[in-house]
């Protein structure tokens, strides 16, 4: 059982910046890919950026340029910096463990306008 811890979020303005961070309760962490997804209210979820055990990232197109994932292998941490944040970041976010079915409850971002 894949236990997901989330957390960083809050409510930040236009422009704002935040650290969201996922603690993974798994052995091997070290050679899992990870994905960090958010879900918006009446929307799907969608993945955000993804990240190999060798730390090689993958961004969705809306996350280049303003957001970066990393990983501490020795922490079982991976941590999401968003910044340049917008109103329509406004989300839920999960980690996941990408071979998983399992979910954490989740960090909420709000982007005030």
């Known amino acids: 059982q894949v236990q997901l811890v989330e957390s960083g979020g809050g409510l930040v303005q236009i422009g704002g910046s935040l650290r969201l961070s996922c603690h993974v309760s798994i052995s091997a962490f070290s050679t899992e890919a990870m994905g960090w997804f958010r879900q918006a209210p009446g929307n799907q979820r969608e993945l955000v950026a993804s990240i190999t055990g060798g730390s090689w990232p993958n961004y969705s197109n809306f996350a280049r340029d303003r957001f970066t994932i990393s990983r501490d292998n020795a922490l079982n941490m991976v941590y999401l910096e968003m910044n340049g944040l917008k109103p329509e970041d406004t989300a839920g976010y999960y980690c996941?463990?990408?071979?998983?079915?399992?979910w954490g409850q989740g960090t909420q971002v709000t982007v005030s306008s």
């Open positions: 996941k463990v990408t071979w998983s079915d399992s």
